[in-house]
């Protein structure tokens, strides 16, 4: 038994120091190689449980619903924020990345690592949904992989125009809706104005979601996201729905080039019409004293803080005066 442990510790010891795992190591502690990652799990979870939401819908009479699609999504939004939020921001939206590159948030030199890793979650995730409602696609379309028509199942995986609506105004739709998420994001997380309280930040996103879903989904589906269409749109190309999935009422470019503009219309008016009228003195603060101190002049605030302010310390031999450190007159506000 003993020489068996020692046999097993030398082996991990060997594995642990091998220099292939080391430089694996090094690689995944680079900030772009974890950013690409925490994109691409982000995105393909949220996609799996929306994706899953709609094959709910569309093959299941009595398993799904509209409302279940923009839950399924809503909250897969949630989940893909606790993934990566911290590491990425977990934008899951081309969209929104490119919102943060144009307005200076984010360098353009992430942007191909972040949408790159966005397309490749989005992928897996129609192929994931694609592999585990194999025989219920098949059994509802009689064998069939249709894009239109009543037995259609490519809109399992991407957006189509209803009847109802016509190119331009699905676009015009698309522009709108997705500035509604960014405008709303930007609040949401501006820690200037009156953002999300702590740890709710992704279930408030989630909510956003579902709210946009509810409200403003019927015409057009909401792709809102690049990331979220086109990947699956081209995986159902390939798996054999075939070229239909791209002339199918020439739709396909709008979820691709729509909601960023969208996006960046919605950023722009929030930083104009609102956060930029946020006044600096009028922010809340911490600690209320700190305000005060701020309306004294700086010679005061001196006088005062190494004069007045003092701390006696008692020893069984004599007392003594601490001074206390001054205080600072200048108060850092965090920027978002």
Known sequence: MGSGCCFRSTCNSRMASSPAIIRAQAILQKEMVRE????????YVMMVFGLGSVAHMVLGESFGSFLGVNLGFGFGVTMGVHIAGKISGA??????????????????????????GQFLGSFL?????????????????????????PIATANIFA?????????WRGFLNEVVITGMLQLCLFAITDKRNNP???????????????????????????????????????????AGWGVE????QNWWWVPLVAPPLGAFLGGIIYLVLVGSTIP???QVLENPMEYEDRK???????????????????????????????LNDSICMEQF
Request: proline share 8%; charged share 10%.
């Open 36 to 43: 690409f990652l925490a994109e691409f799990m982000s995105t």
């Open 91 to 116: 934008h899951m939206n081309a969209a929104v990345t490119f919102t943060n590159c144009a307005l200076g948030r984010l360098s353009w030199k992430k942007f191909p690592v972040y949408v790159l």
């Open 125 to 149: 995730a129609a192929a994931t949904i694609y592999g585990l409602f194999y025989p219920a696609i098949f059994n509802y379309s009689n064998g069939q992989l249709t894009v239109t028509g």
């Open 159 to 167: 957006t189509y125009l209803p009847d109802h609506m016509t190119l």
């Open 196 to 238: 999300a309280l702590q740890g709710t930040r992704a279930v408030v996103i989630g909510l956003l979601v579902v709210i946009i879903g509810v409200s403003l989904g019927m015409n057009t589906g909401y792709a809102i996201n690049p990331s979220r269409d086109l990947p699956p749109r081209f995986f159902t190309f390939i």
């Open 245 to 248: 999935v791209f002339r199918a």
């Open 280 to 282: 600096q003195e009028l």
């Open 296 to 326: 004294i002049p700086k010679t005061m605030t001196h006088q005062i803080a190494t004069s007045s302010l003092t701390r006696v310390c008692v020893s069984p031999n004599r007392p003594s005066v601490q001074p206390v450190p001054p």
